[in-house]
């Protein structure tokens, strides 16, 4: 097996590295960066990028208009940014939504079209800007990997890209940016971490280099998202699933994700459900579906978190992960789609749409069990 790694040229990991942002654009002979990110974001921690920069007199520029689950609309207004003065690299500061907005920015400026003529299995190999990624929550892993996932507003799905020109030149991953994520974020955050190091452990393209950095981060959740979510300022925690959300970030972005995130994505762009919501309400049925294709390696994973004995069978620890996942969104207060406000009958009227749009994600090929439309089906119906 050949096992296939991208992932950025520096990667600096500790609390305060953000504060070093002047040096490394420095050591890049960069000296012009675009930061972007959200309102919220922006409010909450811009300073502690721009105060460095302007100590160091680097001349920045600002777009803060991204929007949760990040559209091609959003995507066009960032180039119009970026188009307006003479930039030389992309700062994604903040969650998911920032940091894959800014890998698309950059990758549009140099590919025409638009961003669903380079949907998966496409790869965007021709790189614009240099990105640099720093987040500021502990989940999505977008800061070490070569994927982005964008909205299409004219078609209601989102994309899955990926290539070299998705894969961060700088990643600055510091945990004392995550202290003022809410208790739900930290949630669904952490729990899309778990998902990210299972799926990528359990995929079909998983190799030992993607085994290893999986297998580092599940017991590290497992260990620490009860803890974050009820105090949110507890530093250990904070650290650890940091860490844990970049480990199971390298793990993914080189091995896949598979059935979870395939479904998850048709629930986030029809019903604007947040990304790690919506995988972490999928998570126990698709792993419960996915076991007796892969029992030995979904046991490693039960025991791998202390969920399982070392002496328990194959079978008996699948069913202990599949019990655990489950408790585990019984104490994130977890909600499921009835309990969200969504409208019953749209849901059940999209369920085939959002079928054939996960299959065509290409993501549940990965999984050890390869579901049929109707399958996919009646694990949406369990999310209801």
């Known amino acids: 097996m050949i096992g296939r790694v991208q992932s950025p040229r520096i990667i600096r990991i500790g609390g305060g590295v953000a504060q070093e942002l002047p040096e490394i654009l420095g050591q890049l002979g960069l000296s012009r960066p675009l930061i972007v990110t959200d309102a919220n974001v922006a409010q909450l921690h811009l300073t502690k990028l721009t105060d460095p920069l302007d100590a160091s007199g680097i001349d920045w520029g600002l777009f803060d208009d991204v929007v949760e689950d990040p559209t091609d609309i959003c995507v066009n207004q960032g180039l119009i940014a970026l188009n307006s003065n003479t930039y030389d690299c992309i700062i994604g500061f903040g969650g998911g939504s920032p940091m894959d907005t800014a890998k698309a920015i950059s ?35 977008s800061e070490l990997t070569r994927w982005c996932v964008i909205t299409d507003t004219q078609k209601t799905e989102k994309y899955n890209l990926s290539g070299l020109a998705c894969v961060a030149s700088v990643a600055l991953i510091d945990w004392t940016l995550t202290t003022t994520v809410p208790p739900r974020t930290t949630a669904d955050t952490a729990v899309d971490s778990l998902t990210h190091a299972i799926e990528a452990f359990v995929s079909r393209k998983s190799h030992p280099y993607t085994d290893a950095f999986a297998l580092a981060a599940m017991p590290a959740i497992a260990t620490h998202v009860r803890t974050a979510y009820s105090d949110p300022e507890n530093a250990p925690a904070r650290e650890a699933l940091m860490l844990a959300a970049s480990q199971a970030g390298m793990a993914f972005s080189n091995a896949s994700v598979a059935l979870v995130h395939g479904m998850s994505r048709p629930v986030g762009a029809h019903f604007h459900v947040a990304h790690g919501l919506s995988n972490a309400m999928l998570l126990p049925a698709v792993t419960a579906f996915s076991t007796a294709a892969a029992s030995e390696r979904y046991a490693i994973c039960a025991r791998s978190m202390g969920w399982a004995a070392e002496d328990d069978s194959d079978v008996a620890a699948c069913a202990k992960l599949v019990e655990a996942l489950a ?58």
């Not at 500021?136 to 892993?141: A, F, V």
């Not at 996960?358 to 390869?370: E, F, M, Y």
Request: aromatic share 6%; hydrophobic share 35%; glycine share 8%.
């Open 107 to 141: 990758f549009m400026s140099v590919n025409p079209g638009h961003v669903r003529d380079y949907k998966s299995p496409a790869q965007i190999d021709r790189c614009g800007p240099p990105i640099i990624a720093i987040p500021t929550t502990g989940g999505t892993g």
């Open 327 to 384: 408790r585990l969104n019984q104490d994130l207060e977890v909600p499921l789609m009835s309990e969200q406000g969504h409208d019953k009958q749209a849901f059940f009227d999209l369920r085939d749409t959002m079928a054939e749009q996960a299959l065509a994600s290409g993501s549940p090929q990965n999984n050890p069990r390869i579901p049929s439309a109707a399958e996919i089906i009646t694990l949406y119906d369990q999310i209801w």
